[in-house]
Nanobody, 121 residues
Framework: QVQLVESGGGLVQAGGSLRLSCAAS????????MGWFRQAPGKEREFVAGISWSGGRIYYTDSVKGRFSISRDNAKNTVYLQMNSLKPEDTAVYFC??????????????WGQGTQVTVSS
């Protein structure tokens, strides 16, 4: 089992920044690719960003490219999502996920409980 705990969400004005963190415990963190997903009210959960076990492979959904940055610190068992130039449409609950495939987040095996991000206009 892997336990994931997100933090760092909150209320921010459009154009502002937030940094989400996801602390993992349980199994060897570097065995997993990690990702961030989000779910807005009335919408399906969508992929936001993913990072391979070493950080050598990083990918984003088109709507956040150039604004969001995912990173990980395997020594701290933590993955981060730096969100800049936030827009009201980024408002959602953000979830951290771990995939047993160390190269790509495709079908996550574990999920965090989520953290709310609200961007006001």
């Amino acid at each position: 089992q892997v336990q994931l705990v997100e933090s760092g969400g909150g209320l921010v004005q459009a154009g502002g920044s937030l940094r989400l963190s996801c602390a993992a415990s349980g199994r060897t963190f570097s065995d997993y690719a990690m990702g961030w997903f989000r779910q807005a009210p009335g919408k399906e959960r969508e992929f936001v960003a993913g990072i391979s076990w070493s950080g050598g492979r990083i990918y984003y959904t088109d709507s956040v490219k150039g604004r969001f940055s995912i990173s990980r610190d395997n020594a701290k068992n933590t993955v981060y999502l730096q969100m800049n130039s936030l827009k009201p449409e980024d408002t959602a609950v953000y979830f951290c996920a771990a995939d047993g495939n160390p190269m790509v987040v495709a079908t996550p095996d574990y999920w965090g409980q989520g953290t709310q991000v609200t961007v006001s206009s």
